[in-house]
C-alpha cells in the first residue's frame, strides 16, 4: 500500500472516488463530516472500500482548562467504529476555554502541565479504545515556558502513552520563528512513537516570521527535511495537507507524488 496521503475535503470527495489509485489512504477531520447527512456517509463508505481511511480531528482541546467533553469523543469513537478506522489524531494544544476560541493556541511549556495532559490522554484513549495521536502544532508565543519544546513534546508523550504525529512543516516554521535546529529537533524525537506524518505549504511573511497557511505548495526546504526525518526514524506514512488555496485534485497528487518519491529515495539509501 502506499504510504502516501492526502486530507480529504468535501469538496473534491467525488473526485476522490473517481480516483482511488491517486493515494494509499485519505485524512478527514471527522467534526467536518459527523453532522452531514446519508449521502456523505455513503461516499465515505464507498472511498473506504479503496483507500485506508484516518482522522485528525480539530476541536478535542486537549490542553483545555475546561473538562474535557467526553459526550463529543463517544460521538468521536462511534465515527470511528462506524468506518473502521484505527488512526485518531489531535493537536498537542487547546482551542477552548469557557467557550471555543477558533484557533490551535500554545500549552505552556512547564512540568504541571505534562502532568495534566497525561491524565487527560489517557482518559480519551479509554473512550476512543485507541492510542491518541499527538501532532506537533506551530505556534508564535511560548507563554511561561519553563522546558524547550522538544522536552516538552517528548515529556508528553512519555508520561501519558500517546503516539506522535510529525508535521515536518511545523518544525521547519517554528525553527524560523523560535530559532533552533530544524534536524536536530526531529533527531530528538523518539522513532518508536512515531505513527505518521504531515507536510504542508507555508507564508513567508519576514525572514524570521513564517506562518503555517496550509495554502501553497509545499517549499523544496521541507521536503529536504522530510528526507532527514526519513533517514532518521525509517519511512513513515505521510498526508499533504492543504486548506486554502485548493487546486485540483489531480494538482495535489502530483505533489503528494514527490513523497512517495522521496520515500523511494529513502528506501533505496
Known amino acids: 500500500m502506499k504510504q502516501v496521503g492526502i486530507g480529504l475535503r468535501r469538496s473534491f470527495v467525488n473526485d476522490a472516488l473517481a480516483a482511488p489509485a491517486c493515494v494509499g489512504f485519505w485524512e478527514l477531520a471527522p467534526e467536518n463530516w459527523i453532522p452531514f447527512p446519508n449521502e456523505y456517509k455513503r461516499k465515505l463508505h464507498a472511498l473506504k472500500e479503496h483507500a485506508k481511511l484516518t482522522c485528525h480531528g480539530l476541536s478535542l482541546s486537549i490542553g483545555s482548562p475546561d473538562p474535557l467533553d467526553e459526550k463529543f469523543i463517544q460521538q468521536i469513537k462511534s ?81 501519558s502513552g500517546a503516539q506522535l504525529l510529525l508535521d515536518v512543516n511545523n518544525v521547519f516554521v517554528n525553527s524560523v520563528n523560535h530559532g533552533y535546529d530544524p534536524y536536530a529537533f526531529i533527531a530528538g524525537l523518539p522513532s518508536e512513537r512515531i505513527v505518521y506524518g504531515h507536510i504542508a505549504g507555508h507564508y513567508e511573511e519576514a525572514k524570521d516570521l513564517f506562518i503555517d497557511t496550509h495554502g501553497a505548495d509545499v517549499k523544496p526546504e521541507v521536503f529536504n527535511l522530510l528526507r532527514y526525518a526519513y533517514r532518521q526514524h525509517g519511512i513513515f506514512p505521510t498526508v499533504l495537507e492543504r486548506d486554502f488555496n485548493i487546486p485540483p485534485l489531480d494538482e495535489l497528487c502530483k505533489e503528494a507524488q514527490v513523497i512517495e518519491q522521496i520515500q523511494r529515495e529513502v528506501s533505496f539509501d
Request: one cysteine or more; a negative charge.
Open 79 to 159: 465515527f470511528l467504529d462506524e468506518y473502521q478506522i484505527d488512526i485518531y489524531s489531535e493537536h498537542l494544544s487547546y482551542c477552548s476555554a469557557n467557550g471555543h476560541l477558533y484557533d490551535l493556541l500554545p500549552i505552556p511549556f512547564v512540568e504541571e502541565a505534562t502532568d495534566y495532559l497525561a491524565q487527560r490522554v489517557r482518559r480519551v484513549q479509554e473512550i476512543v479504545e485507541r492510542p491518541l495521536v499527538l501532532e506537533n502544532i506551530s505556534y508564535y508565543a511560548a507563554p511561561g515556558q519553563q522546558m524547550s519544546e522538544l522536552e516538552f513534546i517528548n515529556t508528553v508523550l512519555e508520561k
